[in-house]
């Protein structure tokens, strides 16, 4: 059974940073490709950037290119998302996915599991 577990969210001021972190369990977590992808109250579930295997290829939303790092560790079994100059509009729930496919790729149909989520809110 795969697991994903996020962690890392919070409040967190306008300009200001977080660090989230996706673990992984339950399968080969160093073989596939992983996602995080963010969904705001009333809104659909949007991609934010994904990281291939062994982090040789990363991908960004427009969003958040400049502002947002990926990042893997395979011996931790371990994903991240550095936010930096966060913006109110960054403001969701934010979800690290895990699919079944080596390369990093935005498309939600790609990720077959799913962790819980974790708040991130920016304040103006």
């Known amino acids: 059974q795969v697991q994903l577990v996020e962690s890392g969210g919070g409040l967190v001021q306008a300009g200001g940073s977080l660090r989230l972190s996706c673990a992984a369990s339950g399968r080969t977590f160093s073989s596939y490709a992983m996602g995080w992808f963010l969904q705001a109250p009333g809104k659909e579930r949007e991609f934010v950037a994904a990281?291939?295997?062994?982090?040789?290829?990363?991908r960004y939303a427009d969003s958040v290119k400049g502002r947002f790092t990926i990042s893997r560790d395979n011996d931790e079994n371990t994903m991240y998302l550095q936010m930096n100059s966060l913006k109110p509009e960054d403001t969701a729930i934010y979800y690290c996915a895990t699919g079944t496919i080596a390369t990093a790729t935005s498309r939600p149909n790609e990720y077959k599991y799913w962790g819980q989520g974790t708040q991130v809110t920016v304040s103006s």
């Open positions: 990281i291939s295997w062994n982090g040789g290829s990363t």
